[in-house]
């Protein structure tokens, strides 16, 4: 069983930058692929980035690529998402999520995951 707590959201102007971390419980998170996703009001949860577990393999939503940045850090059990030149559309709930994606499609498909946190709310005012 693996326990995802996010924190790091937050309110941000446009063009600002935010961090939201993903602290893991368990002594299996290195075997994990982690994935962010989020979801905006009055949309469907949407795949934003994932890190495979060796941490030498990333995935981006055309949406974020050259702004977000995904990285992980096995001694603390815990993933980041560096959000840079965030905009407006960026708004939404921000979740975590741990899982084996088999292949290349399903590391963007919440499918692909097994367990997830409880989101964390950024907020980009413009």
């Known amino acids: 069983q693996v326990q995802l707590v996010e924190s790091g959201g937050g309110l941000v102007l446009a063009g600002g930058s935010l961090r939201p971390s993903c602290a893991a419980s368990?002594?299996?998170?290195?075997?994990?692929?982690m994935g962010w996703f989020r979801q905006a009001p009055g949309k469907e949860r949407e795949f934003v980035a994932a890190?495979?577990?060796?941490?030498?393999?990333?995935y981006y939503a055309e949406s974020v690529k050259g702004r977000f940045t995904i990285s992980r850090d096995s001694a603390k059990n815990s993933v980041y998402l560096q959000m840079n030149s965030l905009k407006p559309e960026d708004t939404a709930v921000y979740y975590c999520?741990?899982?084996?994606?088999?292949?290349?499609?399903?590391?963007?498909?919440?499918?692909?995951?097994?367990?997830w946190g409880q989101g964390s709310q950024v907020t980009v005012s413009s």
């Open positions: 368990g002594r299996i998170f290195r075997s994990y692929t």
């Open positions: 890190i495979d577990w060796s941490g030498y393999s990333t």
């Open positions: 999520a741990a899982g084996t994606p088999w292949s290349g499609s399903d590391y963007y498909a919440e499918s692909g995951y097994d367990y």
